[in-house]
């Protein structure tokens, strides 16, 4: 199979639950905007996508409500999704001046033929000349700066907004992997239930986020911190600040954390001897957004035993590996065509 281009440009699509990522040849990401539509409650008109809706939302429109195409991995509404994408690529072609591109696109390893076929036509709705699936840990390895084409094993964690994937990749394939629809999106809901259930208080996703990032981490932090937050007394259903600390944020998300370490833990002990020897030997890779959390590669260390990096800007790890693989089509050819052949059985 050859993969040399003639003519056309490649693309590079990292459609995430919550960042669409969009890379062009030889010019990186060219494209990072939120994976949301904001439509109209009563007509079901489109009023926004991408940041343009993001910023509409943060205004909490009454008669406009968020919709969120891909989830945990997965497009949950096919018009939606290829709308947003429509709309999202056309800015890619207006400012390259683009014909029709071949698409290098990332799909989760649990990805089912109907999720397949519905990602390969909203890729072909946008006008895709040529459709290359990579499976995300590949894509994800590649972003770390590892050889995932080489006979030696290399562990991912991607921990993104709607999924956490962990997987063993060797010699262009993902060998042994597992997922959980525990990550970020989910630990946000965590913490509104456990301020709702034991503070007695109501806050919005986005506050559950901002505590996240503010007070979370995979361990307790050596130094406690703590926050005055505003949001609604459950019993009363007035406005009400009070003080939320790193403490609270902990026992909210434990719960989280450890399912994490099982997906983790279950994929070691699925891989076979000589790769965790290289595994050993190589260390583990944290990927996504997650990878900025508090004290992660310390807690995931200390529960696999194996010593943990982070990747350097995390969360755009996938797209630069796709962006690495496209413009190095020749040195990743065989892998591509592996992936396939897959397909194809
Ligand atoms: N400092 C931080 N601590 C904890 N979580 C963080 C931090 N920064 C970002 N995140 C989380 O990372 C997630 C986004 O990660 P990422 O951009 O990799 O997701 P995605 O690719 O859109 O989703 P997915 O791959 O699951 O479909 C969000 O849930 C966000 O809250
Ligand atoms: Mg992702």
Redesign the pocket.
């Known amino acids: 199979m050859d993969f040399s281009n003639f003519g056309t440009k490649d693309m590079g699509i990292?459609?995430?639950?919550?960042?669409l990522r969009v890379t062009f040849e030889d010019k990186g990401i060219v494209l990072e905007e939120p994976?949301l539509i904001v439509v109209n409650k009563k007509t079901g008109q489109i009023i926004a996508t991408g940041m343009k809706a993001q910023n509409i939302m943060e205004q909490n429109p009454i008669t406009l409500k968020a919709v969120h195409p891909?989830q945990?991995?997965q497009i949950i509404d096919i018009d939606y999704a290829e709308i947003f994408m429509r709309d999202m690529i056309k800015k890619v072609y207006k400012e390259f001046n683009t014909g029709r591109p071949r698409i290098f696109a990332n799909v989760a390893t649990d990805i089912n033929e109907v999720q397949q076929k519905a990602l390969e036509n909203a890729l072909y709705q946008m006008g895709a000349k040529e459709i290359f699936l990579i499976d995300?840990p590949i894509a994800a390895a590649v972003g770390c700066g590892l050889r995932a084409d080489k006979p030696i094993g290399n562990m991912i964690i991607?921990?993104?907004?709607?999924?956490?994937e962990a997987a063993v990749v060797s010699m262009g394939e993902v060998v042994v992997s597992d997922t959980t629809d525990v990550?970020?999106?989910a630990?946000?809901e965590d913490i509104i239930q456990y301020l709702k259930d034991n503070l007695s208080l109501s806050i919005n996703k986005e506050t559950a986020?901002e505590l996240?990032?503010e007070l979370?981490g995979a361990e307790s932090l050596i130094e406690e911190k703590v926050l005055e937050v505003t949001g609604r007394n459950v019993e009363t259903g007035l406005p009400y600040t009070i003080p939320v600390s790193s403490k609270d944020i902990e026992k909210a998300t434990k719960k989280a954390m450890q399912e994490i370490t099982n997906t983790i833990l279950s994929v070691i002990s699925n891989t076979p001897p000589e790769l965790v020897s290289d595994i050993m030997q190589n260390g583990i890779y944290i990927?996504?957004?997650?990878a900025?959390?508090?004290t992660i590669d310390n807690f995931i260390a200390q529960k696999t035993g194996v010593k943990t990096y982070i990747a350097e800007n995390?969360?755009h790890c996938?797209a630069r590996g796709i962006d690495k693989i496209i413009n190095n089509t020749g040195d990743y050819s065989r892998m591509m065509e592996a992936r396939r052949r897959r397909k194809l059985l």
């Open positions: 990292d459609i995430g639950s919550s960042k994976t891909m945990n991995g995300a991607d921990i993104g907004a709607g999924k956490t990550a970020g999106n630990i946000d986020e996240k990032i979370g990927t996504g957004g997650g900025h959390t508090n995390p969360e996938i």
